[in-house]
């Protein structure tokens, strides 16, 4: 499978301060990039989509003020939370999706603890 | 109704049992299904990927899709205690960058 590299796996912050997350993708080149969040015991749920060179498009409810998402090259993307608070507390995974590859594979995941 | 539906379970087995996993779905545009395995803290692996309908296998897990049915399954044979995890269904339409639907998950453990 493909080799995708996250981190930090894990950050605590203090409250209104902010958070980046890197995703890499190794061995492929991601001309797409999908954000997920992830809260206890509940399945994957996209935040956004990106495309190399291109701005975000987020899903409803997702402040793209909030979370900021840069795509700037093939094998790196970058998930930034901004003024974080308590209930912005979750698990975020990225999957980038490009190349040859039709399935979906994910990072290992990063569990952002705001307090 | 929800696109995507998986009974979250818990499920609890023993050591060496058969373990069948279900997702029903609504969209027939869905062509592409995957299982996934999610370790607690960690994000999804990639287990299984199958296109269209019928069954494919790899080792102990087996995948099959009934499309006319709108229903596919993941069976895992000789189940392992390393197998406790949460398998999650994920489906798309088609192509590397379509978004993938997920199921809720549903966790497995598999007692010694």
């Known amino acids: 499978g493909a080799v995708v590299s996250q981190h930090p796996s894990w950050v605590i912050c203090k409250s209104g301060t902010s958070v980046k997350i890197e995703c890499r993708s190794l061995?492929?080149?991601?001309?797409?990039m999908f954000w997920y969040r992830q809260f206890p015991k509940q399945s994957l749920m996209l935040m956004a989509t990106?495309?190399?060179?291109?701005?975000?498009?987020?899903e409803q409810g997702v402040e793209k003020d909030k979370f900021l998402i840069n795509h700037a090259s093939l094998t790196l993307s970058t998930l930034t939370v901004t003024s974080a608070h308590p209930e912005d507390s979750s698990f975020y995974i990225c999957s980038p999706r490009g190349g040859m590859n039709t399935e979906a594979f994910f990072g290992q995941g990063t569990r952002l603890t705001v307090v | 109704q929800k696109e995507v539906e998986q009974d979250p379970g818990p499920l609890s087995v023993p050591e060496g049992a058969i373990v069948s996993l279900n997702c029903t779905y609504s969209?027939?545009?869905?062509?592409?299904f995957m299982w996934y395995r999610q370790y607690s803290r960690k994000g999804p692996e990639l287990l299984m990927y199958t296109y269209s309908s019928g069954n494919k296998e790899d080792g102990r897990f087996t995948a099959q899709v009934d499309k006319s049915s709108k229903y596919i399954s993941l069976f895992i044979r000789d189940s392992q205690p390393s197998d406790s995890a949460t398998y999650l269904c994920?489906?798309?339409?088609?192509?590397?960058?379509?978004?993938?639907?997920f199921g809720k998950g549903t966790l497995l453990t598999v007692n010694p």
């Open positions: 994920a489906m798309s339409a088609g192509g590397s960058n379509y978004k993938l639907t």
């Open positions: 969209n027939s545009a869905f062509q592409y």
């Open positions: 990106s495309n190399e060179g291109s701005k975000a498009t987020y």
């Open positions: 061995d492929f080149q991601a001309t797409t």
